[in-house]
Every structure is written in C-alpha cells, then in structure tokens.
C-alpha cells in the first residue's frame, strides 16, 4: 500500500509503502532498533509489516506487528519507527500514522463482529498522552488502549488518502 511520509529536512512528501515484511528484511536491534523483530516475526498468528520509501527499498522507516485477538480484535502488538526517525530531529515524519491507520485499515478488513475497525494495543506509560492526543486513542484499563472505528476512518482518511 503506498503512503506519503514527510521529509523533515525539506518539508516534502515522500511516497513510501507498507508491506509485508520478510525474515531477512527485518531490522536489528545491534542496529539500533529497541524490539527484536526477528523473535516477533516467530510469534504464531502474527503479520509483520514495514514502511520504507519506494526508491530505497533497503532502508527501512518503521515497523508494525498486528494479531487477531480471539478471532475477531485486531491488536498492534507491536509499532516502531526506524532510530534515524526518532524525535524532532528524525528524517521523516508521519511513519507512525501511517502505520497506525493502516492497522485501523486492516482492523475493518479482519475486525468481526461487534469489533470491525477496533483497534487495541498496549501503550507504555510515557505514551499514553501522546495516543490520546495526536490519535484520539480511548484508555481502557492500565495501559490498555483501544481506537474506535470512527477515529480509525479519520486517521485511514488522514494519513492513507483512503474514504471508507
């Protein structure tokens, strides 16, 4: 799926695309990463996903794990953008939109029943604001967090150009 991301430094879009990731694509943590991709891309039932920019294959933006939860929630398990988008000085921007809203996308797609376009993850504590703020992201309980569909059609909308 092609997405735009912001080059920081020039303030210009960039198309880049989410797609299934392989085994030997995946990034390391001797690299910088702070998760284990190649532990997660094992975890049965999981689908491993990365954002790169279309004319550097090779370089990866950012990351993202989802799981059917009980046959019928999507869960990130997992997100994660590339050490050199880290902050305000990272090189793009946009990458966890983008990555969330296509987990929102894939929420509708394999979300059944009452949870179609749900989305639940885990947030750690110095990132619940920042979901709540910037993603309109619901606090359940502990660090439980969920998007509801509505807010998942908006940020589908805003960050993949796509009207439900």
Not at 108 to 125: A, Q, R
Not at 127 to 153: H, T, V
Request: hydrophobic fraction near 40%; proline fraction near 2%; include cysteine.
């Amino acid at each position: 799926m092609e997405v735009h991301i912001l080059e920081t430094s020039t303030d210009k879009e960039k198309l880049a695309e989410i797609s299934r990731a392989t085994s030997i694509e995946l990034p390391k943590k001797k690299d910088g990463w702070k998760f284990t991709w190649r532990n997660l891309f094992k975890v049965e039932g999981g689908q491993i996903y990365k954002l790169g920019i279309v004319d550097k294959e090779s370089e990866i933006e950012g990351m993202l794990m989802i799981t059917l939860m009980n046959e019928e929630m999507l869960y990130m398990n997992t997100i994660e953008v590339a050490p050199h988008n880290y902050g305000s000085k990272g090189r793009y921007d946009n990458i966890a939109g983008c990555l969330i809203a296509f987990a929102c996308l894939k929420s509708f797609e394999l979300g059944k029943n009452d949870y179609e376009g749900f989305l639940t993850f885990e947030s750690k504590t110095e990132l619940i604001q920042l979901y709540q703020d910037k993603y309109r992201a619901n606090l359940a309980a502990g660090q439980r967090m969920f998007i509801q569909p509505e807010m998942s059609l908006k940020l589908i909308e805003k960050y993949l150009k796509i009207k439900l």
